[in-house]
């Protein structure tokens, strides 16, 4: 027989780190990105980005900075804070395992990432785009579009798909990229328009035309992550509406994706959520018209000449692109789309 055991760190009786959050650390340190250190223990992105997210929310710091690189470089390497916390964790572990005896071995397989990295906001029509792309290898991770664009700033992503309203400017994504970026370091590559709405059961027998309503009529709301785009509507919502997290049925009830949102309603699991038409009209579902919303693209500029990039732009740009996006309900390009915009400040 041979003893099996499992290692974590508590400080004041409160959990830190343990063996998940460990070997994401570890894989940041020998492969220096988070996107490699999630493919080599076998977990996606979105799930090794809550855990460091997490683990940095209960050590009070940054756990990942960005690692400099050149046009297709950067990645992610620990802080100092990261670097002690993991010493820390498999100094304890290697004790445990030696008093045992049953030294611990681990093995790290060698990763690939794909040519075109695309980190943010879960879209259909970016599927669309990507199916344009040939001869290169894409990668699209669904996180939230503030999500996607600190993957960018780390040098994890070529691109983030974001749709972040201001609602000073009235206006879509370029006011936050100028309050997150320094002046010339980043553009934003203007993409498309969608619609986003209220998704019910077909008909919408509970008769849901707001928040305010759900809340009067106790329907079951499904939620989306927070740092999403829609998460941000949502909360928008309720701020105009009057409407308190309390006041809705399943608030806390989060999913990641428009598709996952409209399963929750069509299986019963919720009432409503908020979502776009395409992923309604794909479960044959109601669907009310709550804005149409602007889904951009952030790249670092220094990424601009990126062979894969190239080829996402001139996917966004050409006319077949167009035909196959207004295929789908409530999508649409713009005069604007596949224009790059300099961000400023």
């Not at 980005?49 to 050590?59: G, K, M, Q, T």
């Not at 960005?66 to 004790?95: C, D, I, N, P």
């Not at 500029?301 to 996006?325: M, P, T, W, Y």
Request: glycine share 12%.
């Amino acid at each position: 027989m041979e003893p099996k055991f499992q290692v974590w760190l508590e400080e004041g009786g409160r959990y830190i780190i343990g063996e998940k959050e460990a070997r994401i650390l570890e894989g940041i340190r020998r492969h220096g990105s988070i996107m490699a250190a999630a493919k080599s223990v076998g977990v996606t992105y979105a799930h090794a980005w809550n855990l460091i997210e997490n683990l940095s929310l209960r050590v009070g710091g940054p756990i990942v900075s960005a690692k400099r690189g050149g046009e297709s470089g950067g990645g992610s390497v620990l802080t100092k804070t990261g670097e002690e916390l993991l010493s820390k964790y498999l100094e304890v572990e290697g004790s445990v395992a030696a008093y045992l005896g049953t030294p611990r071995k681990r093995v790290f397989p060698k990763v690939k990432v794909a040519d075109l990295v695309i980190v943010g906001s879960s879209c259909v029509g970016l599927k669309k785009l990507a199916k344009l792309i040939e001869g290169i290898s894409v990668e699209i991770v669904e996180v939230g579009s503030t999500a996607g664009m600190t993957a960018v700033m780390l040098g994890e992503a070529d691109l983030a798909g974001i749709h972040l309203y201001d609602e000073y400017t009235k206006t879509y994504n370029l006011p936050y990229l100028g309050r997150t970026w320094p002046p010339g370091m980043a553009v934003l590559i203007k993409g498309y328009v969608r619609e986003q709405g209220l998704i019910v059961r077909k008909g919408n027998p509970m008769g849901i035309t707001s928040l305010r309503k759900a809340a009067e009529l106790g329907a079951t709301i499904v939620n989306r992550n927070l740092g999403s785009g829609t998460r941000d509507l949502l909360e928008r919502m309720m701020k105009q509406e009057g409407v308190g997290s309390s006041e809705l049925k399943g608030y806390s009830h989060e999913v990641r994706t428009h598709e996952e949102v409209a399963m929750a309603v069509k299986d019963g699991k919720a009432d409503v959520g908020i979502g776009i038409r395409a992923a309604a009209e794909a479960l044959d579902l109601g669907f009310q018209k709550i804005c149409e919303e602007e889904f951009d693209f952030v790249c670092e500029r220094r990424r601009l000449n990126k062979k894969g990039v190239q080829a996402f732009v001139n996917a966004l740009r050409s006319g077949e692109f167009r035909i196959r996006l207004k295929q789908v309900p409530g999508f649409r390009c713009t005069d604007e789309t596949g224009n790059i915009i300099e961000v400023k400040g």
